[in-house]
C-alpha cells in the first residue's frame, strides 16, 4: 500500500495545453509538497500546504496552481505548458518539517 | 543561489570499502540536516538525518559527520554494498521553515 502516490508517472503533452499530476498520501501527515526536480538535477519546492492551507509558494509561475480539496490530497494544474515545465516533479507529505515521504515522480515532458 | 551543494557529481567505490559523500551549505540558519537516496524511476527516502547540536550521528553502516563552522557535512557508507548505488541526496532546513533545501546529488556506483 503506497503511502504517497502520485498519478500520472509518466506525462507527454504539447505546448499550451493544460495538465494535472493528482498526488493522495496515507500517512495521515499534515504537510504536503511538490518538488520540481529540473534538467540540473536540484529538487526545488514549488509549494507547501498545511492542512489545505497554502504555507509556502516559491516564486512559481501562475500558470502553477495547487489544489488541496483535503489534508490527503495535493493536485497540481498547469496551464498552458511551455518547453521549460518539462521536469520530474515530486510529491511528498511529512508530519512536522522533517522526515518526508516522496512519491515516485512524475516525468512531465511538453514538445 | 544554491544554498546547498554537492560539487561531486558522481562517485566510484570498490564493494567493500568506504564511500564518503560530501556536501557544503552555505546558510547559517540551518539547523537541521538529512540526506535521501534516491534509486532511478523512484522517489527519494530518507536515510539518516542530524541536528546542529551534534557532530556525528550513526545509524548501522551509515554516519553523517557535520562540521558547523566548515558548514560542511560528510555522508560515510562502509563497507559499501551493490545496493548502495544510487544518487545521494544531501538535504537541509530551518526549523519551522516547512521546507527542505537539496543539493544537486551525488551518484554513487559501487563496483563489485
Known amino acids: 500500500d503506497t503511502a504517497v502516490s502520485q498519478t500520472p508517472k509518466y506525462l507527454v503533452t504539447q505546448m499550451g495545453n493544460d495538465k494535472s499530476i493528482k498526488c493522495e498520501q496515507n500517512?495521515?501527515?499534515?504537510?504536503m509538497y511538490w518538488y520540481k526536480q529540473d534538467s540540473k538535477k536540484f529538487l526545488k519546492i514549488m509549494f507547501s500546504?498545511?492542512?489545505?492551507?497554502?504555507?509556502i509558494n516559491e516564486t512559481v509561475p501562475n500558470r502553477f496552481s495547487p489544489k488541496s480539496p483535503d489534508k490527503a490530497h495535493l493536485n497540481l494544474h498547469i496551464n498552458s505548458l511551455e518547453l521549460g515545465d518539462s521536469a520530474v516533479y515530486f510529491c511528498a507529505s511529512s508530519q512536522g518539517t522533517h522526515g518526508y515521504t516522496f512519491g515516485s515522480g512524475t516525468r512531465l515532458t511538453v514538445v | 543561489d544554491q544554498q546547498v551543494k554537492q560539487n561531486s557529481p558522481s562517485l566510484s567505490v570498490q564493494e567493500g570499502r568506504i564511500s564518503i559523500l560530501n556536501c557544503d551549505y552555505t546558510?547559517?540558519?540551518?539547523?537541521?540536516f538529512l540526506w535521501y537516496k534516491k534509486y532511478p524511476a523512484e522517489g527519494p527516502t530518507f536515510l539518516i538525518s542530524i541536528s546542529s547540536i551534534k557532530d556525528k550521528n550513526e545509524d548501522g553502516r551509515f554516519t553523517v559527520f557535520l562540521n558547523k563552522s566548515a558548514k560542511h557535512l560528510s555522508l560515510h557508507i562502509v563497507p559499501s554494498q551493490p545496493g548502495d548505488s544510487a544518487v545521494y541526496f544531501c538535504a537541509a532546513s530551518v526549523e519551522g521553515a516547512q521546507k527542505l533545501v537539496f543539493g544537486q546529488g551525488t551518484r554513487l556506483t559501487i563496483n563489485p
Open positions: 500546504y498545511n492542512n489545505k492551507e497554502l504555507i
Open positions: 546558510n547559517s540558519m540551518f539547523d537541521y
Open positions: 500517512l495521515g501527515h499534515d504537510t
